[in-house]
């Protein structure tokens, strides 16, 4: 493949507009075979190469001054098979296209996030969850792997013929080569009831065990001011509140199996439906998010020194503070690898000075071992990563096994993972 089929550079910016860079080519190909060819052409050359997902991370995960791959036109569900639930998709198909063609064939994805935007590999490259305390992330549900390696040979990786290099890939930030398609365990079609109410922060630290027990789903925004809400497009929740306070509250939410057909009730706040109609909520590209992984049996004292935080040292910083559940998985740079988890995420707003606050929250979470999201601002740096990650000398050896010249690393991953 010459120069020119690797199409003209161009500027890239992601979803929030916090991280842009130039690169020399992109190119959108259609197939695996159009993907290898652009990744073997510009490896021939030298190049770096990433792959852009939706652009969702505010991390500099995506920068290359190289080949920028995306996957949007090499999109959709490759394969089914019934008998064991197995669907097999290309990496660029977004999670919310996933959803609908699952509901039409009478599947389920286990879990997924608050949005359904992101690309499938995009996602689950970076660790991304939803919450529930006996839930993995959704790259716990990849049982096999196609991966583009430098030359533009592919790499199939199976749950069966190769399961470790597979736990490897699952959270590897393009790092062990652009990943082609994706096969998932689904399981038969499941609807979700939704509740959601407010409720005072004590009250809501008296029931966090029991709730996080009970429940499939549960997780809670914590809100400092009444602004809080409309930050980050939460409903008023005034007329299902257990509190006549509007301060200092936590919106809560817990989400169940339910045999119930479809119904929204009490202004949405009770609400059935298909999963994957339930799981994502509504955003503005309005905050520059943090997010960590705390031990779970940390999680409610690391949350009590981040509110203390907010309610004295840094009062200006009032986006509402997101929790939830993860369960430990076997990624070897997952954020919840072996270690179940709670997420504690704050964001700065765009446009105030939110650094020290962000590096305050740091400080206080990395008291408790946390690992970060890889998608989302943090300040983990190679020193912290043998400690954080069992597995990272593993990685970083396979890395270099797989690709030699870096050609998938940029200067962020170089830090970390070089
Ligand atoms: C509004 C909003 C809501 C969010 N909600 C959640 C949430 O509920 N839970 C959560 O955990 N996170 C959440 N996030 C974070 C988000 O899910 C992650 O940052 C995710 O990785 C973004 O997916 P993306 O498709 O945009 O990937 P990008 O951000 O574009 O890329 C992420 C990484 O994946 C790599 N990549 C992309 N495609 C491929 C491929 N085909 N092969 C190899 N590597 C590839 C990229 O190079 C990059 O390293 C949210 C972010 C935003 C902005």
Not at 321 to 348: C, K, L
């Given at each position: 493949m010459s120069n020119t089929t690797l199409g003209p550079g161009g500027h890239w910016r992601n979803w929030v507009g916090n991280q842009s860079f130039v690169a020399r080519h992109m190119a959108t190909p259609e197939s695996e075979a159009e993907l290898a060819a652009c990744v073997a052409a510009a490896t021939r050359q030298g190049l770096g190469v990433r792959v852009a997902g939706s652009g969702h991370s505010f991390t500099p995960v995506v920068a290359t001054s190289g080949l920028l791959l995306s996957l949007e036109k090499h999109a959709g569900i490759v394969s089914v098979d019934r008998a064991s639930k197995r669907v097999t998709v290309k990496a660029g198909t977004r999670i919310g296209d996933i959803g609908r063609a699952l509901k039409q064939m009478g599947l389920s994805l286990a879990n997924q996030g608050d949005i359904d935007t992101q690309a499938l590999a995009g996602a689950l490259s970076t660790g991304t969850h939803g919450t529930g305390a006996t839930l993995g992330n959704l790259s716990s549900q990849v049982v096999g792997m196609r991966l583009v390696q430098p030359d533009g040979s592919i790499l199939d990786l199976t749950a069966e013929q190769d399961a470790d290099r597979l736990l490897a890939a699952r959270v590897s930030l393009g790092m062990l080569g652009p990943i082609s398609t994706i096969t998932l365990q689904t399981m038969d079609a499941y609807n979700l009831k939704e509740i959601v109410w407010r409720d005072d922060f004590e009250a809501c630290m008296e029931r966090h065990d029991e709730l996080a027990a009970s429940n499939r789903h549960f997780a809670f925004f914590w809100c400092p001011v009444p602004e809080s809400r409309h930050l980050y497009c939460l409903g008023d929740t005034s007329s299902v509140s257990n509190t006549p306070r509007d301060y200092d509250v936590c919106e809560m939410k817990t989400m169940n199996f339910t045999d119930a057909a479809p119904y929204t009730r009490a202004g949405g706040f009770e609400k059935v439906a298909y999963?994957?109609?339930?799981?994502p909520i509504e955003y503005v590209a309005n905050f520059h998010e943090l997010e960590y992984a705390v031990p779970v049996a940390h999680g409610k004292q690391a949350l009590r020194e981040v509110r203390e935080l907010m309610l004295t040292r840094h009062?200006?910083?009032?986006?509402?503070?997101?929790?939830?559940?993860?369960?430990?998985?076997?990624?070897?740079?997952?954020?919840?690898?072996?270690?179940?988890?709670?997420?504690?995420?704050?964001?700065?707003?765009?446009?105030?000075?939110?650094w020290d606050y962000l590096r305050d929250v740091d400080a206080i979470l990395r008291r408790y071992g946390s690992r970060p999201h890889w998608g989302k601002l943090h300040f983990t740096n190679a020193d912290d990563m043998p400690r954080l990650f069992r597995r990272?000398?593993?990685?970083?050896?396979?890395?270099?096994r797989l690709d030699p010249q870096g050609h998938f690393l940029n200067d962020h991953l170089r830090n970390l993972f070089a």
């Open positions: 999963s994957s109609e339930i799981y009062r200006n910083c009032i986006y509402p503070v997101e929790y939830r559940f993860t369960a430990a998985d076997s990624g070897w740079i997952s954020p919840f690898f072996e270690q179940d988890s709670v997420t504690i995420s704050v964001s700065g707003g765009p446009g105030i000075d939110y990272h000398a593993d990685f970083v050896a396979l890395r270099r």
